[in-house]
């Protein structure tokens, strides 16, 4: 079940809320969910989360999509990202078919590498292989979702006359979204039909350019119509700039540290990329929190006029044809002032979008 040419998604983690239970932050997830498909969204983005007790509650994801299908009938229930080196493909393949079937064909397959370095230090696997991973496993995950029995032999997988049960509900499968970010990425999703998901920081003609040389392997494929391109972005919007850039503040230096520690240097990474990471994490640590929102590409805070602005820009200039609106940030604002910011984006700045 395709998206249509211009949707709206909103991305989210389970968060583990202070003050309340596991299960009492999962059921204000869900209710977030509900909420979004009542406000005309296409999607929620489910992401996937590990090696964060009290921040995070969403380790396993397909459970949740489980639910969020079981509580919706329209919204399209995607993955972003299943890290697939970190988990094993055939349990993938039947995990997300059997979400496919609960969902009649909702299911949208988000795949990714992870840059959480830890996750693969704790899993016993090395990072640098972590590319090669992915790629035998996404071959693994399609073969196992359309033919009824095969042998694989690769570099990390060998199956011997490998079946799972349930096919999905979607034939051929689901369709499958791949997180791009270097310049390889972007050739390799395009050349294996892949749809991207993108967070576009940096140099947007270089981004841009990467786009194209996406569609170009796409069509020089043979793959029939266009890969679509999601952008990633964080979204605040309220009735006045003040409120819009000073509401989400606690939240959104939150995540900025966080994303400081997951992308900064570690002990089992070699000495060019902490080199780096090193340079990623000092323009985190030091930028004041104002001067990121006005910078930042990724961050869009602000009235519902001037947040349709920048994503028309975005799209315009990109050539985006989705966004997943990350509207919780950090997740530490309470759920009622995360569906007042996706209600006055739905009602007033999704119609300036075109």
Sequence with gaps: MALPDLHFGLFSRVPARAGISDAESLDEFFGIIEESERLGYEAVWIGEEHNE??????????????????????????????????????????????????????????????????AYVSSGIDYDESRERQVEGLEVIRRAWTEETFTHRGKFYNFPNAKIAPKPFQQPHPPIYYAAGSPASFEVAGREGYNIFIMPRGDRAVIRERVETYHSAWQEAGHAGRGDVVGSFLVYVAGTMEKAVS????????????????????????DETNRQRARGLKYLVDTPYEEHVESDVIVNFGTPEVVAERLQILRDELGLSGFQLDMGIYNLMPPEQVIDSMSLFAEAARPLIK
């Excluded at 459970?63 to 349990?91: E, F, W």
């Excluded at 993938?92 to 969902?103: G, K, L, N, P, R």
């Excluded at 994303?259 to 990474?269: D, S």
């Design 53 to 118: 007790p009290g921040v995070f509650i969403s380790g396993a994801n397909f459970p949740i999509a489980a639910v969020a299908a079981a509580r919706t009938s329209r919204l399209h229930i995607g993955l972003a990202i299943v890290a697939v080196p970190l988990n094993h493909p055939l349990r993938i393949a039947e995990a997300a078919a059997t979400v496919d079937q609960i969902s009649h064909g909702r299911l949208i397959f988000g795949a990714g590498r992870s840059s959480k370095i830890d």
């Design 247 to 270: 509401e989400p503040r606690e939240s959104a230096i939150k995540l900025w540290e966080r994303q400081a520690w997951i992308g900064g240097p570690h002990e089992a990474l070699d």
